[in-house]
């Protein structure tokens, strides 16, 4: 059997994450349906679904079924696409454009885009809730555990909360890196270590590793998604570009500088393809995902 | 050994769930320290606590370890403080009182409300994730797939968007039945069967008993709002008062009149009562929290 390219894979899954998706937002013409067709416009039909990727990659290694990966994609994609229907209401980001689109709030009103999000992470909960995803009940159990550890005040929510409250300041590098590892860390490294517990392959030394390549590569992300706001176009982003300097936000390039945070970006890569050395086929699918990360365009 | 009275027994496990809670927030010092002192202020020193105090007396029935206990009764309070965080926001009800003090926006800002609320969230399921709140994982499981279909769009925040939608609107006595049994019946009743749930001395018939209780006290509990909301001042309540009429709302008084809607939960508490009949010691504390809630004055 010839091994499938990264981008063919890659486009399998995210086609894979997107049948996944429509199949567990409830149909827009149950009611409450206008409730619904909003939570469907804001989670169907874009985004690069790192998230997911990462988790069928890590399911992959630990030898998982792919059924059984399909809710971990499945809620942590739903995870952070409530985060970011919330992320662009008035009272936080207030933005008008993501994925390309209008966003929830415009398309529908702010008080459907607050319920649309609160729903989103209740179905996200519930989808990793069905049973079977581990053959031991007591480790989805943990993994339940993780998501909401990996959403909240300790983790993505948390790090919302530390981002609006640096608005305005000058923060070191190591400040950034702890909102950072918040915000958009927290959540990725979850989309892994889940996607990996859906499997019963790995041990506790490789599940180690795994963690490490999750906070770097969470990291990277981060860099890089700076980096772009400031050289690249709204177009190409789908999203506002320019926005970080717009609101005054310290991001890696205000603090190191574009050029010094693309060779950081560059390091991490590094860095997350060491810690993948150790597992079984060298990460498979997690290395190429960690290019894929560093060197998107958009 | 003496049987405690009813208000003995709702005080203690009023001080016990506050315990509870104060526990399973995040230290107010601990960083971010101000969402997690904005989760604290909206969570702890108020309430009536009702879900929790159904959540125990359930649990007492099924001969559940209260420590079990506990953690239903904390994830269905933390629920409810999140909707009603994200209620009081400007974009929904616009309101500045909430259990006598500002409302969290009021007190801190929206933007960090909309965060506390979106972690409370959270946090209710990571500690219906903590392992052995019944002898049986997978029991556990489907209590936490039960918690996020109440809590979703299909139940709390689907009764939102109906409430949202039908503002300004006649509805009829079925439509605002539909509502409330999303809005404020869904957490209710997953408070009653969740806490049965740690026990395991309950028979299938037992929780159709149990969860026909729980539909029919959570309308006699909205019912019983809307009297009060008409009938009661605000320093009583703790929260604005005459609400519906300035909001245009369809409210069992509107719809029914004062005197009817009086006459109906007094019906449904009969009604509740019946369902009880044919439970272990004739429902217990559940009865007399029936009486709680129908006969309450604020």
Same mark, same amino acid.
């Given at each position: 059997m010839t091994k499938i390219d990264f981008p063919g894979w890659a486009r399998l899954h995210q086609e894979r994450i997107e049948r996944v998706l429509g199949d567990v937002l409830p149909a827009s013409d149950l009611e409450p349906a206008v409730l619904h067709q909003a939570m469907r416009y804001s989670v169907l039909g874009g985004g690069k679904r790192v998230r997911a990727l990462l988790a069928y990659a890590a399911g992959e290694l630990a030898d998982a079924d792919?059924?059984?990966?399909?809710?971990?994609?499945a809620a942590v994609e739903l995870i952070h696409a409530y985060s970011l229907i919330h992320d662009d209401l008035p009272c936080m980001d207030d933005d008008i454009l993501r994925r390309g689109k209008p966003c929830c709030h415009i398309e529908y009103d702010e008080a459907t885009a607050l319920l649309a999000g609160d729903s989103l992470q209740s179905l996200?909960?519930?989808?990793?809730?069905?049973q079977g995803?581990?053959?031991?009940?007591?480790?989805?159990?943990?993994?339940?555990? &993780? %998501? +909401?550890?990996?959403?909240? /005040?300790?983790?993505? *929510?948390?790090?919302?909360?530390? &981002? %609006? +409250?640096?608005?305005?300041? /000058?923060?070191?590098? *190591?400040?950034?890196?702890?909102?950072?590892?918040?915000?958009?860390?927290?959540?990725?490294r979850a989309s892994i270590t889940l996607g990996a517990r859906c499997g019963n392959s790995l041990d506790s030394t490789a599940f180690d590793h795994l963690d490490h390549f999750g906070k770097v590569i969470g990291l990277a992300f981060q860099v890089v998604d700076d980096v772009l706001d400031a050289d690249a176009t709204t177009a190409a982003l789908g999203k506002t570009a320019g926005k970080d300097a717009l609101q005054n936000k310290s991001t890696y390039v205000t603090?190191?500088?574009?050029?010094?945070?693309?060779?950081?970006?560059?390091e991490l890569r590094t860095e997350a393809r060491r810690a993948l050395r150790a597992l079984p086929g060298k990460g498979g699918r997690l290395a190429e995902l960690a290019d894929f990360i560093v060197l998107r365009q958009a």
């Open positions: 792919a059924t059984r990966t399909d809710h971990v994609a996200a909960f519930g989808v990793l809730a069905q995803l581990n053959d031991a009940p007591a480790v989805q159990i943990t993994m339940l555990a &993780d %998501l +909401a550890r990996a959403a909240g /005040s300790r983790g993505m *929510a948390g790090g919302q909360a530390i &981002d %609006l +409250a640096s608005e305005g300041q /000058s923060l070191s590098v *190591a400040e950034l890196e702890l909102m950072h590892i918040h915000k958009t860390g927290a959540l990725i603090v190191l500088g574009l050029g010094r945070a693309k060779a950081f970006a560059g």
